[in-house]
Nanobody, 125 residues
Framework: QVQLVESGGGLMQAGASLRLSCANSGRTCSTCAMGWFRQAPGKEREFVAGHSVIGDSTYYADSVKGRFTISRDNAKKTLYLQMNSLKAEDTAVYYC??????????????????WGQGTQVTVSS
């Protein structure tokens, strides 16, 4: 069983930086793609960033490209999301997800198998 736990959220001012972590305390899958999603109040969950095992490649939503960086430490079983130059529109609950059996990331939330409980990020302008 995979158990994902996010941490690092908080209340920040616009322009600040924040790093989210997603620790897997359960079954390991270093060959599974992972991603970060977010959901703002009244909105659907949206893709933020993804990591594909093949090619060790990363992908980003246009809204965060150049500001956010996804990284992964398999030895620590942890996925990270470094967020710089935060904006008020980045306010949301952030979720990490793991795609069991999938080497490539996906922008579709329903293609991920396991999810964390989420961590709140609030950016004040």
């Amino acid at each position: 069983q995979v158990q994902l736990v996010e941490s690092g959220g908080g209340l920040m001012q616009a322009g600040a930086s924040l790093r989210l972590s997603c620790a897997n305390s359960g079954r390991t899958c270093s060959t599974c793609a992972m991603g970060w999603f977010r959901q703002a109040p009244g909105k659907e969950r949206e893709f933020v960033a993804g990591h594909s095992v093949i090619g060790d490649s990363t992908y980003y939503a246009d809204s965060v490209k150049g500001r956010f960086t996804i990284s992964r430490d398999n030895a620590k079983k942890t996925l990270y999301l470094q967020m710089n130059s935060l904006k008020a529109e980045d306010t949301a609950v952030y979720y990490c997800a793991l795609r069991w059996g999938g080497y490539y990331y996906s922008r579709k939330a329903d293609e991920y198998t396991y999810w964390g409980q989420g961590t709140q990020v609030t950016v004040s302008s």
